[in-house]
């Protein structure tokens, strides 16, 4: 069955910049949207963004500005990168298949000096 | 953004109980609603999607309805294991959005 997994610091700086990476195996990479998807504590989902395997990806308008998401097909692989965190970053961070099929089990990513 | 609201935000039940779950969109969604499951320390889980297809290996106690902005989810016959929190989401526009949660726990 597909399996999702997150990886990554736990803790990240503010100002810096957070990277998660999402592996993925037992689905096919090129047949589903890719989506990041994270929970702030006690708080709502927020979705971030999604990527296709060609590479177009689709953003959250309040994250446009800081979030890059990108794919690695060869390596079943898709990637976070959000800029200048701030304490309202802190969060745990999901992945997840087309809008939330199947979910990683989190990471829990804290902005912390 | 398409904003989501869902009511109650909680409830409690017994088990055994019916319970009816709600949630609105700001703006019509052609049935492209979403239902997840979450419980404390876990990644949420999809119960429903298409507003009624059950996902696989759902239990069939489970059941989604609605249409335009107004959609609900009904657990007949509560069990101990639905105790959770649930989460209605709209795929119909390119951003995703979730509601708030309606949290479920026992009476």
């Known amino acids: 069955q597909v399996q999702l997994q997150e990886s990554g610091p736990g803790l990240v700086k503010p100002s810096e910049t957070l990277s998660l990476t999402c592996t993925v195996s037992?689905?096919?990479?090129?047949?589903?949207?890719w989506s990041w998807i994270r929970q702030s504590p006690g708080k709502e989902l927020a979705w971030i963004g999604n990527?296709?395997?060609?590479?177009?990806?689709n953003y959250n308008p309040s994250l446009k500005s800081r979030v890059t998401i990108s794919i690695d097909v060869s390596k079943n692989q898709f990637s976070l990168t959000l800029s200048s965190v701030t304490a309202a970053d802190t969060a745990v961070y999901y992945c997840?298949?087309?809008?939330?099929?199947?979910w990683g089990q989190g990471i829990v990513v804290t902005v912390s000096s | 953004d398409i904003q989501m609201t869902q009511s109650p935000s909680s409830l409690s039940a017994s088990v055994g109980d019916r319970v009816t779950l709600t949630c609105r969109a700001s703006?019509?969604?052609?049935?492209?609603l979403a239902w997840y499951q979450q419980k404390p320390g876990k990644a949420p889980k999809l119960l429903l999607y298409?507003?009624?297809r059950l996902e696989s290996g759902v239990p069939s106690r489970f059941s989604g309805s609605g249409s335009g902005t107004h959609y609900t989810l009904t657990i007949t016959s509560l069990q101990p294991e639905d105790f959770a929190t649930y989460y209605c989401?709209?795929?119909?526009?390119?951003?995703?959005?979730f509601g708030p949660g309606t949290t479920v726990d026992i009476k």
């Open positions: 703006q019509g969604i052609r049935d492209s």
């Open positions: 990527i296709y395997y060609t590479g177009t990806t």
């Open positions: 989401q709209q795929y119909y526009h390119t951003v995703l959005t």
């Open positions: 037992g689905a096919s990479f090129s047949a589903y949207h």
């Open positions: 997840a298949r087309d809008m939330g099929a199947t």
């Open positions: 298409a507003t009624s």
